[in-house]
C-alpha cells in the first residue's frame, strides 16, 4: 500500500514535470487595417510598454513574446502588416499564415472603419472560409484605436457594435498612446485562439500554416523576426549605453 502512494506520488512528479516540460502553445497574430491607424503603436506597446508619435509606414515587422495567459505559458507571434495600399499585393501570403485577426481602425477616420469590412472579406477569402460576414470561425477582434482623442471621433461606439454583432466579433477601443487596453486587446484575442485551438471547429483551421513553412510564402515576403522581447530589450539598453558613452 506504501508503495502505491508512492508510485502515485511518482506519477504526479513525473506529469507535472512532462507538462512544465512542454514547449508553449504558439498563437499566430496578424496585425491588419488600414495604414497610420496604429497597428505598429498597439504592437510596440504591447511588446515593450512605449508609445512611438513618429509614423513610420511599415512593410512587415514580425516580434514574440511568451505570457502568462489564464495561468498557463503561451508564446505569441506577432505578424505587424502594412497598412498601405502599396502593400496590398503581399497580404494574403501573410493572412494565410495567421490563426488569429486584431483588425484595426482609427475612431478618428471613418474611412479607416469602412475598410476592415474589405480586410475582413480578404481574410475570409483567403482562409476558404464562407464569406458570409456571420462566419464566427476565424479568432478575431475589432479594434478601435486611438481613443484618447474623442474630440476628434468619427465613429460612434454604437455603429462599430453593431457590425461586430454583425461578425458576432468582440469590440475593443484602446489607445496605444495612453496604453487604455491594449493587453486586453491581445489577451482577450489569445482567448478566442485558445478556444478555437480545443475546438477547431471553431477555428484554428489546418489552413493555417506557420509563418516560415507556409509552402506559398515566397522566402523575400517572410519578415525577419524583429527579436524576442528580452532580447529586443538588452539591444535597446546597449544602444542607450553606446549613446552615454
Ligand atoms: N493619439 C494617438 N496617436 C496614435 C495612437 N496610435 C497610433 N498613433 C499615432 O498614429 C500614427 C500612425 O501610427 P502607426 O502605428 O505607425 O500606424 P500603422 O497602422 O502601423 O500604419 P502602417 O504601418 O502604415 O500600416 C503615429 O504617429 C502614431 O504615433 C493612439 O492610440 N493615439
Ligand atoms: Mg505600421
Known amino acids: 500500500m506504501c508503495s502505491c502512494i508512492f508510485l502515485g506520488n511518482q506519477k504526479k512528479d513525473i506529469m507535472s514535470k512532462a507538462k512544465a516540460q512542454q514547449p508553449a502553445v504558439i498563437h499566430k497574430v496578424i496585425m491588419v487595417g488600414s495604414g497610420g491607424v496604429g497597428k505598429s503603436a498597439l504592437t510596440l506597446?504591447?511588446?515593450?510598454?512605449?508609445?512611438?508619435?513618429?509614423?513610420?509606414?511599415?512593410?512587415?515587422?514580425?516580434?514574440?513574446?511568451?505570457?502568462v495567459l489564464d495561468g498557463e505559458e503561451v508564446q505569441i507571434d506577432i505578424l505587424d502588416t502594412a497598412g498601405q495600399e502599396?502593400?496590398?499585393?503581399?497580404?494574403?501570403?501573410?493572412?494565410?499564415?495567421?490563426?488569429?485577426?486584431?483588425?484595426?481602425?482609427?475612431?478618428?477616420e471613418q474611412e479607416s472603419f469602412q475598410a476592415t469590412a474589405e480586410f475582413r472579406e480578404q481574410i475570409l477569402r483567403v482562409k476558404n472560409v464562407n464569406s458570409d460576414k456571420s462566419?464566427?470561425?476565424i479568432p478575431f477582434l475589432l479594434v478601435g484605436n486611438k481613443a484618447d482623442l474623442e474630440d476628434k471621433r468619427q465613429v460612434p461606439v454604437e455603429e462599430a457594435q453593431q457590425r461586430c454583432?454583425?461578425?458576432?466579433?468582440?469590440?475593443?477601443?484602446?489607445?496605444a498612446k495612453t496604453r487604455a487596453n491594449v493587453d486586453?486587446?491581445?489577451?482577450?484575442?489569445?482567448?478566442?485562439?485558445?478556444?478555437?485551438k480545443l475546438n477547431p471547429r471553431a477555428g484554428g483551421k489546418s489552413n493555417?500554416?506557420?509563418?516560415?513553412k507556409s509552402a506559398t510564402l515566397k522566402s523575400s515576403n517572410v519578415p525577419k523576426l524583429k527579436a524576442d522581447a528580452d532580447e529586443q530589450k538588452e539591444i535597446k539598453n546597449q544602444q542607450k549605453c553606446c549613446i552615454l558613452q
Open 45 to 67: 506597446q504591447f511588446m515593450y510598454d512605449e508609445f512611438v508619435e513618429d509614423y513610420e509606414p511599415t512593410k512587415a515587422d514580425s516580434y514574440r513574446k511568451k505570457v
Open 86 to 108: 502599396d502593400y496590398a499585393a503581399i497580404r494574403d501570403n501573410y493572412f494565410r499564415s495567421g490563426e488569429g485577426f486584431l483588425c484595426v481602425f482609427s475612431i478618428t
Open 135 to 137: 462566419d464566427d470561425s
Open 165 to 175: 454583432q454583425q461578425w458576432k466579433v468582440p469590440y475593443v477601443e484602446t489607445s
Open 184 to 196: 486586453k486587446a491581445f489577451y482577450d484575442l489569445l482567448r478566442i485562439m485558445n478556444k478555437a
Open 208 to 212: 493555417t500554416l506557420p509563418y516560415k
